[in-house]
């Protein structure tokens, strides 16, 4: 079955560096684009950014254009999200989603990871 | 944010309940509806026009209509009670949206 589980969360101080992974199984990781999406405590979704399936394509929000990067190993199966300069409101569940499409990008989701908690504070 | 939901919405057990999402980019996207229960990860119900993924249930519809999508739940059971936001594209097309989010409460 279709697995995504996200490491790397944990408290970080403000100003510090995070890489968060996503490692995929249960299917063919190097097919689907990927997404990563957070929830700050008590908030709603806010969509990150997105990798093709082949990496030649990223789209990143403005909320981390400038100072987060996503890529992806598949021979590894796995997503990254990389993110510097971390300010509180950075606080958040991290999750990565797989895009629908078999390499095809729809921006349509289908499964989610469990998300990994990220806090930021001195 | 550049799609609309109410807050809260309530529903009595087994009744029919529409949740909605405006956006002037609905009128050229579709929206996607996503459950999240407290404490889960969150769950895609509907995505594209009307589509529903496997192990969803019928009881789940969407419909569109000009700068408005609906999700609508018929005969609601306690198990749906949870937090539903729609996704669609913003106004460039370039990048993903999420309404604020409905939270819905089963009576």
């Known amino acids: 079955q279709v697995q995504l589980v996200e490491s790397g969360g944990g408290v970080v101080q403000p100003g510090e560096s995070l890489r968060l992974s996503c490692e995929g199984s249960?299917?063919?990781?190097?097919?689907?684009?990927m997404h990563w999406v957070r929830q700050a405590p008590g908030k709603g979704l806010e969509w990150l950014g997105f990798?093709?399936?082949?990496?030649?394509?990223?789209v990143l929000a403005d909320v981390v254009r400038g100072r987060g990067t996503i890529s992806r190993d598949n021979a590894r199966n796995t997503l990254y999200l990389e993110m510097s300069s971390l300010r509180p409101e950075d606080t958040a569940v991290y999750y990565c989603?797989?895009?629908?499409?078999?390499?095809?990008?729809?921006?349509?989701?289908?499964?989610w990871g469990q998300g990994t908690l990220v806090i930021v504070s001195s | 944010s550049e799609l609309t939901q109410d807050p809260a919405v309530s529903v009595a057990l087994g009744q029919t309940v529409t949740i909605t999402c405006q956006g002037d980019t609905l009128r050229k996207y579709f929206a996607s509806w996503i459950q999240q229960k407290p404490g889960q990860a969150p769950v895609v119900v509907i995505f594209g026009k009307t589509n529903r993924p496997s192990g969803i249930p019928d009881r789940f519809s969407a419909s569109g209509s000009g700068n408005t999508a609906s999700l609508t739940i018929t005969g609601a059971q306690a198990e749906d009670e949870a937090d539903y936001y729609c996704?669609?594209?913003?106004?460039?097309?370039?990048?993903?949206?999420f309404g604020g989010g409905t939270k819905l409460t089963v009576l």
């Open positions: 989603v797989r895009d629908r499409g078999s390499v095809l990008t729809t921006f349509y989701f289908d499964f």
């Open positions: 249960g299917f063919r990781f190097s097919y689907h684009g």
């Open positions: 996704k669609s594209r913003d106004s460039s097309g370039n990048y993903l949206v």
């Open positions: 990798i093709r399936y082949d990496g030649g394509k990223k």
